[in-house]
Nanobody, 127 residues
């Protein structure tokens, strides 16, 4: 069975940092491109960042570029999202998502590209 366990969310003040983790099991982790998405209340789900399955290429939404860093540890079957300089507008439920194989750079932010989704972890940034 595919299992995805996201963790690390919480309440933080603006300017603070959090690290999200998503541990996976039940499939060959190395073969998957991984994305982080978020959904704020009343808004559509949006792509935050993505890391490829092959060369480790990374992609970021303009709104988080320079503040967030995605990484993966294939030995631990875990993907991370280090978030710094957090802003109230970063408040959302964050989801990890997995896509078998590679993804075109122009499509990394498209939720429909991804096959498996974690349960989400809530990040709340207070002003």
């Amino acid at each position: 069975d595919v299992q995805l366990q996201a963790s690390g969310g919480g309440l933080v003040q603006a300017g603070g940092s959090l690290r999200l983790s998503c541990a996976a099991s039940g499939f060959t982790f190395d073969d998957y491109t991984i994305g982080w998405f978020r959904q704020a209340p009343g808004k559509e789900r949006e792509g935050v960042s993505c890391i490829s399955s092959t060369d480790g290429s990374t992609y970021y939404a303009d709104s988080v570029k320079g503040r967030f860093t995605i990484s993966r540890d294939n030995a631990k079957n875990t993907v991370y999202l280090q978030m710094s300089s957090l802003k109230p507008e970063d408040t959302a439920v964050y989801y990890c998502a997995f896509k078998a194989g590679i993804i075109r750079g122009s499509r990394w932010y498209r939720a429909l590209e991804f096959d498996y989704w974690g349960q989400g972890t809530l990040v709340t940034v207070s002003s």
